[in-house]
C-alpha cells in the first residue's frame, strides 16, 4: 500500500479560480486583532440589531403550533410563498407603485442566503468560462471573487461622481462586438445605490443610459444588468433615485438584488433576487443543487416582521442610527484629515462606507508600511482601495481606503479616524 | 433598436448539466395535489418538529441583548465557534470516545445549509468535468444532480444487503488505472447509514474494505470518501456501526457529512461536515464565493440546544415517533402487499425509507400507467427508483419505488400503503 497520507487532493480549476479571496482575510484579521478599532468590517451596527423584535416575532411563531411546525419544516427551493408575497407588496412601495403594477409573478422572486448567493447563482447559471462581465472601477470586492470562481472575464469601466461612465461602457462593448466577442458579453454589474466601495449613487440619467446599452447590445442574446441594492433603504440624506430595475418595463433585462443582511439583520442571512421569468427556473434549478433551499424558519419570521410592520419601524430605527455614525465620521475627516495635503473623501448619502482617497505615492494595500503602522502601532483597520478593482494589483490604484462607519459607536469612530490620520501622517510626504 | 425582449438568455454549461432535477418536480407534484397522500416526499415528521423547544431557545438567546446581538449579526464563513466546539463534543459522543481522542480541532469542521450544501461544495472544489465519482445503484439521487451540475461522472457500483459491492469498486478503479484514467478518480460516495433510498447500512467489513480501497488508490493524489451520514442519529433498532470517518485514523480519506435537518428540524437548515485538515481551506474559500456563511442565528440557536440537552432528548423523541412509523409501514406493507407475486421490499433499522420492488414488468416512472394511475385515481404518491440511478433511463432499472414514512401519521401511512397496493395490482400480470 503506498503512503497516501502525503498524497495531496487534486482540486478543481474553479478551486483555484476562486481561492484566497480578500473577504477570507479580513475576517481573519478582525478575529486576530479583537481589539483593533474596525473600520475595515462590514458588519452592521451591532446596537440596532432587533432583538426583542426577533424574540417577540419567534414567540409569537411558536405559540402557535401549526405555524411554528410549518416553519421548522423544509420549505421549497425558491423560497417561502408567504414571505414572497409579502416582498411583492415591500418592493411595489418602494417602487412607488401596486403590486400589481409591478407587472410580476412572486415565482420572479427568489429567496437566498444573503444577496451574495443570489450573485453566486446568477454567476453559475449565466458564465461559461471567458464569458465578460462589466463592473464599475471601483466595485464590490467579493463579486469579483464571485466572478473570478466561475472563470469570468471582469472588464473595469470607470466611475466618476455619477456612477459608471456608461459612454464607456458602451464604447467598450462596441470594442468587442468589433473584436467578435459580443457573445461573450453576459453582464453588467450596477451597485446602484451608496456602492460598495465608494458610497456614489448611480444618477438617474445613467441608469436610464444603462438599461438602453444593455438593450442596444443584446442583438442575438440577451445582455443582463444585475443591480445591486443591498443598500437601498439606507439612505440619510437627499432623495431617492428609481431603480434600474423600475425603468426596465419589459421586466426582461434587470436581476434586482435586495437584502435583509444591512436593514434588519445580516445573522438571520435572506436576501432576495427578483429576475426576469424566464431566469426565474435556472435559478432555482442551480439552487436546487447547491442547496434546495435557504432556511424556511428565517423566511417565515422575515414575512411576519413585513406584515406586522416591525421591520419598516426597525428599518426607520436603524437609518436614524447610521446617519448619527455618518456624521460622526465626515465630522472626524473634516477635523484631522482636512488638512493632509491631498486627501479626498467622498460624502454618501447613505450607506455604510466613506470612500478615502490618499496622495497616489501612499499605498493602502495589504503589505504597504501604512497598512502596517495602521493595524499594529494605531490599532486601527480599513479596507485597501486596490482590493476593490479587478486587474493585476501592480496596475490597480492604490492609495485608497473604504472606511466603514457600521460596526463603531459615534465615539469610537472619531477615535479611530484619529488614529488613522495619524499613520497616514506619518507617510506624507515621504 | 433590436428587439431585445424576444432575444434568449445565454446559460452556462453548468446550468444545462444540473438542469431539471428530480427534485424540484417532486416539490411541484406535492404543491400541485395539496390532498395527495405522499409517500414520496423527504419531509420530516411534522407532529415532532420542536416548537416549543425553538421558542424556548430564542427567547433564552433574545433575553440577554448581548448574545441576541451577537446571534444576529453576521458569523464567519466556516461557521460559529461555539456550535463546532458543541460539534466536536457530539460527535465524541457518537463515536464513543472523547473529543480529543476525535484527533480534529474545529477548523476542520464546516457549518453549511443543510449538509446538501456541504456535498455541493465539495463537488465544486472537488471535480473538473469529466472527473469520476463512483456511487452506489441505486443512491441518494440529489446528490447525482449535484455530480451532473459540475459536470462529473457518476460511475454506478452495484449494491447487495450490505451496501455497495467494494470488491466490484476495486475491479472498476483497477480497470480506469488500466485506461490512464486513475488521475480522474476522486470520489466515493457513501450513504452509511439507511441509505437513501435503500434503507441498507454498509456493513462494518464494507466500511473498512472501501477505505481500504480509497487508500489503495491514492497514488499519484488522493481519492476521497463523502460519507453521508444524514440519517445516522435516526436508528430504530440493531446497533450502531461505527462510521467510515471513524476507521479512518489519519483523517486523511474520509468527508463526514452530518445534519440537524433529520434530527431536529429541517428549517433551520443547519448542515456539517468534518473534512481533512487541508480541505478545510479550499471548502471555506468556495463558501466565501457562494455565500460567505450560512445563517449565524440558527446556528447559535443549535449551539443552545445542543450544550443545554434539548436537543438529546428532542432526538430521542424523534426516534421514538419514526419507529412507530416504519412499522406501520412495514405491517402495511405485509398486509397489502404480501400476497402480491414479485413484490419485495427492504426492513431498514433506521432512516425514512422503505424501499418496495415490483415485478420487473411494472414500470414505476414519472411516465408509467402505475405512476400516473397511483397519483390520480388513488391520489397517492410515492418517488420512482429510476431516479436513484445513474445513466440511460432505459438502461435503469424502472420497477422500484421509494416509500418514505416519514411525513404521514401511522394511520395515514397504512392508508397510503392500502391506496398504493391497490394501483399495484391493477398492473400485475399485465
Redesign the interface.
Known amino acids: 500500500?503506498?503512503d497516501?497520507?502525503s498524497?495531496?487532493?487534486?482540486?478543481?480549476?474553479?478551486?483555484r479560480w476562486?481561492?484566497?479571496?480578500a473577504?477570507?482575510f479580513l475576517?481573519e484579521q478582525g478575529?486576530d486583532n479583537p481589539d483593533i478599532l474596525t473600520l475595515g468590517a462590514?458588519?452592521?451596527d451591532?446596537?440596532t440589531?432587533?432583538?426583542?423584535e426577533?424574540?417577540q416575532l419567534?414567540?409569537d411563531?411558536?405559540?402557535d403550533?401549526v405555524e411554528?411546525?410549518?416553519?421548522?419544516?423544509?420549505?421549497?427551493?425558491p423560497g417561502s410563498p408567504r414571505l414572497r408575497a409579502a416582498l411583492l407588496k415591500h418592493l411595489a412601495a418602494l417602487e412607488g407603485c401596486t403590486p400589481e403594477e409591478l407587472g410580476i409573478s412572486a415565482n420572479q422572486m427568489l429567496l437566498?442566503?444573503?444577496s451574495?448567493?443570489l450573485l453566486?447563482l446568477l454567476c453559475?447559471?449565466?458564465?461559461?468560462p471567458g464569458?465578460i462581465a462589466f463592473v464599475a472601477a471601483p466595485t464590490y470586492f467579493?463579486f469579483l471573487?464571485?466572478l473570478a470562481?466561475?472563470g469570468a472575464r471582469a472588464i473595469p469601466i470607470r466611475s466618476d461622481e455619477h456612477g459608471m461612465v456608461i459612454d464607456d461602457l458602451d464604447r467598450e462593448i462596441a470594442r468587442l462586438a468589433e473584436a467578435g466577442e459580443l457573445?461573450r458579453v453576459?453582464l453588467i454589474y450596477l451597485v446602484s445605490d451608496f456602492e460598495n466601495p465608494s458610497g456614489i449613487c448611480l444618477s438617474a440619467e445613467r441608469r436610464q443610459q444603462a438599461l438602453?446599452v444593455?438593450?442596444?447590445w443584446?442583438?442575438?442574446?440577451?445582455i443582463?444588468i444585475l443591480e445591486d441594492a443591498a443598500y437601498r433603504e439606507l439612505r440619510y440624506s437627499g432623495e431617492p433615485i428609481p431603480s434600474i430595475w423600475g425603468f426596465d418595463r419589459?421586466r426582461?433585462?434587470v436581476i434586482l438584488a435586495q437584502t435583509f443582511?444591512k436593514s434588519f439583520?445580516?445573522?438571520?442571512?435572506?436576501g432576495y433576487g427578483v429576475v426576469?421569468a424566464?431566469?426565474a427556473g435556472?435559478l432555482?434549478?442551480?439552487k436546487?443543487?447547491?442547496?434546495?433551499?435557504?432556511?424556511?424558519?428565517?423566511q417565515?419570521l422575515l414575512a411576519r416582521a413585513l406584515e406586522s410592520g416591525v421591520y419598516h419601524r426597525h428599518v426607520a430605527r436603524v437609518r436614524r442610527a447610521y446617519t448619527i455614525k455618518r456624521d460622526a465620521m465626515l465630522a472626524a475627516a473634516d477635523r484631522y484629515f482636512s488638512d493632509i495635503p491631498g486627501v479626498e473623501w467622498v460624502h454618501p448619502d447613505g450607506g455604510l462606507y466613506v470612500w478615502m482617497s490618499l496622495p497616489t505615492e501612499i499605498p493602502t494595500n495589504f503589505d504597504s508600511p501604512l497598512f502596517k503602522h495602521a493595524t499594529t502601532a494605531e490599532q486601527v483597520m480599513y479596507v485597501p482601495g486596490y482590493l476593490c478593482y479587478t486587474g493585476p494589483i501592480e496596475e490597480r490604484p492604490r492609495h485608497q481606503m473604504r472606511l466603514s462607519f457600521g460596526v463603531l459607536e459615534p465615539g469610537l469612530i472619531d477615535e479611530a479616524m484619529k488614529r488613522l490620520a495619524i499613520a497616514v501622517r506619518k507617510f506624507v510626504g515621504t
Not at 439583520?265 to 435572506?270: A, E, K, M
Request: glycine content about 10%.
Open positions: 500500500m503506498s497516501s497520507s498524497c495531496p487532493i487534486p482540486l478543481s480549476d474553479r478551486w476562486g481561492s484566497r479571496q473577504i477570507s475576517m478575529v462590514g458588519l452592521v451591532s446596537e440589531l432587533p432583538v426583542e426577533v424574540g419567534v414567540a411563531i411558536c405559540s403550533p411554528g411546525r410549518a416553519a421548522l419544516q423544509y420549505g421549497s427551493t437566498t442566503t444573503g451574495q448567493q453566486s453559475e447559471v449565466l458564465f461559461n464569458d467579493v471573487g464571485t470562481g466561475v457573445h453576459k438602453a444593455a438593450q442596444k443584446s442583438r442575438q442574446q440577451r443582463l419589459d426582461q433585462h443582511s439583520s445580516p445573522g438571520l442571512r435572506v426576469p424566464d431566469l435556472p432555482a434549478d442551480r436546487g443543487n447547491e442547496d434546495f433551499g435557504s432556511a424556511h424558519f428565517n417565515h
